[in-house]
C-alpha cells in the first residue's frame, strides 16, 4: 500500500506529465520550447527523480542505509543513485560534496544535480537532488520522512552551499 506522501508524489508527477506534454504541438518551434515534464530530464535524470520519488514517505533514520528501517541524506541519495543510475556514491554529504562538477550558478541547476545545504553548522552537512523549477528530493531529519520541499523557502535559502552534477544531463 502507498503512503500518503508517496501517492501524493506520483500522482503530482503524472499530471505534470500529462498536462506538460500536450502543450504546443501544433507548433514545432514551442513544441521544443515546451517540453514535457519528464523530456527536460536525460534519462539517467529521469531515472534518479523516478527512484527518488518512490522513495517519498520513507522514514529517517540518522546513520540509517536501509530504505526498510529508514534512511538519513546521504544514504538516500547513495540509495537512489545507485539503483537508478548505477552509480556508487561516497557515504557523506561532505564527501559526496566532493563529486562530479560544481555547478556554480542556481540558475544553471538541472534534475539530478546534488544540493547541499549547512543544516548543523558546517558547511556540506546535508544535501538532497535537485528535481528541477526550485524543488528538491531529501530525508529531512528525524521524526519525518524522505519528501519534496522548494529551495525557495527561507530556510533553505540561507543555508544554501552549493550544488554538483554527477551525471550527465542534455
Not at 518551434?29 to 535524470?45: D, T
Not at 522513495?55 to 543513485?81: F, K
Amino acid at each position: 500500500m502507498l503512503k500518503p506522501f508517496k501517492a501524493l508524489a506520483l500522482v503530482l508527477c503524472a499530471a505534470a506529465a500529462a498536462s506538460f506534454s500536450t502543450t504546443g504541438l501544433a507548433d514545432p518551434a514551442r513544441q521544443h520550447e515546451e517540453k514535457s515534464f519528464f523530456a527536460r530530464y536525460s534519462n539517467a535524470a529521469q531515472d534518479v527523480i523516478l527512484k527518488g520519488l518512490e522513495l517519498v514517505g520513507i522514514n529517517y533514520r540518522m546513520g540509517g542505509n536501509d530504505p526498510n528501517s529508514g534512511l538519513d541524506c546521504s544514504s538516500y541519495v547513495q540509495v537512489v543513485y545507485r539503483e537508478a543510475a548505477g552509480l556508487v556514491l561516497p557515504r557523506t554529504a561532505r564527501e559526496q560534496s566532493q563529486l562530479g562538477e560544481e555547478v556554480t550558478d542556481k540558475s544553471e541547476l538541472k534534475p539530478g544535480d546534488l544540493v547541499f545545504f549547512n543544516t548543523m553548522r558546517r558547511a556540506f552537512s546535508h544535501v538532497g537532488i535537485y528535481m528541477g523549477d526550485n524543488y528538491f528530493l531529501h530525508a529531512p531529519r528525524a521524526g519525518s520522512a524522505v519528501r519534496v520541499e522548494n529551495m525557495q523557502n527561507s530556510y533553505w535559502v540561507q543555508r544554501y552551499n552549493g550544488a554538483r552534477r554527477v551525471i550527465s544531463n542534455p
